[in-house]
């Protein structure tokens, strides 16, 4: 059993505030000298990447489509160690999951499978005693929601002084309000929010809002809330087979930066010793890569940049046609096309690995989770072996790859995806390593290989 304080804070929609009230509690919690871990529900790349900002270490996903609740348990724990306190920022509303009819996979039931309290963000926005009925809504509708906290955002603090009586009767705990403040809304683009980096001044704003928040959120009711959470059954941590070091090369740069903290985790754990380039800017792979790693991420917005520097370009494709092991998703699958399109519609040429253009298209491209099914025998996933994954993405290929069969959970649609040529494994999905771990150990024994 587990010692873990944590609260999980959800909404009863998206838009309602969740990612900035996230960050800003971190840094009230930071700025408290607390020991922070975060933690996002669900697949998304950016929201993590603002909780960073503040903890200045990773912050970790919790997808129960991903894993089963025991492994859930365990990257939870593994990624809460040695920390005084968890944030879990929900995602969507709180029992929106996975299929239209059902809860699973949502943000309640994540916290159900981590036995962890939820704070309710409500956008109060023109609303005062109907913001009641929401919560009371959101608290009632499962018997175990878990709901034991609320903060209401968008509204006056006379409003929530007359209503905090009502929602101690209903036996929930009114832990605040935020006004109105336009300056800490986060800006959007085509992938969802933008990433911290493109925001000026954001670390000055977000003390702003801790400040804001630790005048009008009760922080030590948040805190006892966390620490009223049950110790937490986990299982142990398996015993990793034991592999040869490698050296893999990651790019990571303002073009490839969605990765999962826990697949980056996998890796080292299997023996990889991880060497991060920018395909933007340097001018070969790092010394001694026997493996290479290209995640997505926002290639169209750096299409120039990326194709001007030839050097790389011919350094990648000259290695992935040597045989050099690689698995490339989404914005790296993208970047290994004969030519990718930017987001003013010109052509760029790319690494030309993959033939055929990358184009974009009006609308995202089959959304959300799937299960990948091998077609074949193939280097890193035998013939009806599965990895679960998703697909999130404004671009299309004129050559996806029919390697895989992707399913989607309701068990309906499919359709065939990604490349699988001698050690390349690339395609559009962003894959869950721990979904298999046995992929990333025949990548691994790949790129032994080539010593």
Not at 177 to 191: F, G, N, Q, T
Not at 266 to 272: F, T
Not at 339 to 361: I, K, L, S
Request: hydrophobic share 40%; net charge negative; aromatic share 8%.
């Amino acid at each position: 059993m587990w010692n873990r304080p944590r609260v999980l804070l959800a909404a009863p929609a998206s838009g309602s505030g969740k990612t900035m009230l996230t960050c800003g509690l971190l840094q009230a919690l930071m700025l408290r000298g607390k020991r922070v871990s975060s933690f996002k529900c669900g697949p998304d790349y950016i929201d993590p990447m603002f909780h960073e900002k503040v903890i200045g270490t990773k912050s970790a996903n919790l997808d129960l489509f991903f894993t089963e609740a025991p492994l859930l348990r365990r990257l939870f724990v593994r990624n809460s160690a040695d920390t005084d306190i968890s944030v879990i920022e929900g995602v969507m509303g709180y029992y929106d999951g996975m299929l239209a009819d059902s809860a699973e996979g949502s943000s309640y039931a994540v916290a159900r499978a981590l036995d962890c309290p939820t704070v309710l963000i409500v956008n109060a926005r023109g609303q005062s005693v109907s913001a009641l009925a929401t919560l009371e809504g959101f608290a009632r509708f499962r018997p175990d929601s878990g709901v034991r906290g609320v903060i209401f955002n968008q509204m006056p603090e006379r409003i929530f002084k007359a209503l905090a009586p009502q929602v101690r009767a209903i036996g929930i705990v009114p832990l605040g309000y935020v006004p109105k403040a336009d300056d800490m809304v986060i800006e959007s683009r085509h992938l969802g929010l933008v990433t911290p980096d493109e925001i000026a001044g954001l670390s000055e704003k977000l003390k702003r809002l801790a400040a804001l928040l630790e005048q009008t959120v009760d922080l030590d009711g948040l805190i006892a809330l966390a620490h009223s959470a049950p110790d937490l059954d986990a299982p142990p941590e398996p015993d990793a087979p034991a592999l040869p070091e490698t050296v893999v090369a990651v790019a990571r740069d303002e073009a490839f930066c969605f990765n999962y903290r826990d697949n980056l985790a996998l890796l080292e754990r299997l023996g990889a010793r991880l060497t991060y380039f920018s395909p933007m800017r340097d001018a070969a792979l790092p010394d001694g890569a026997q493996g290479l790693v290209l995640y997505g991420g926002y290639p169209e917005l750096y299409a120039k940049q990326l194709s001007e520097n030839t050097a790389m370009r011919d350094a990648i494709r000259g290695a992935v046609r040597a045989g050099m092991p690689t698995l490339a998703e989404c914005g790296g699958f993208m970047y290994l096309h004969e030519q990718m399109e930017d987001m003013d519609g010109q052509f760029w040429p790319m690494a030309g690995v993959v033939a055929g253009r990358a184009y974009r298209t009006p609308r995202l491209g089959r959304f959300g989770y799937i299960t990948l099914t091998s077609n074949a025998d193939t280097p890193f996933l035998p013939m009806g072996e599965t990895v679960r994954a998703h697909e999130f993405h404004y671009f299309d290929s004129e050559n996806c790859g029919e390697a895989l069969t992707a399913t989607k959970p309701d068990g309906v649609r499919t359709w065939k995806c990604c490349h699988a040529e001698g050690a390349l494994l690339a395609g559009f999905p962003h894959l869950c390593y721990e979904s298999n771990p046995d992929l990333i150990v025949r990548f691994l024994r790949k790129c032994a290989e080539r010593r």
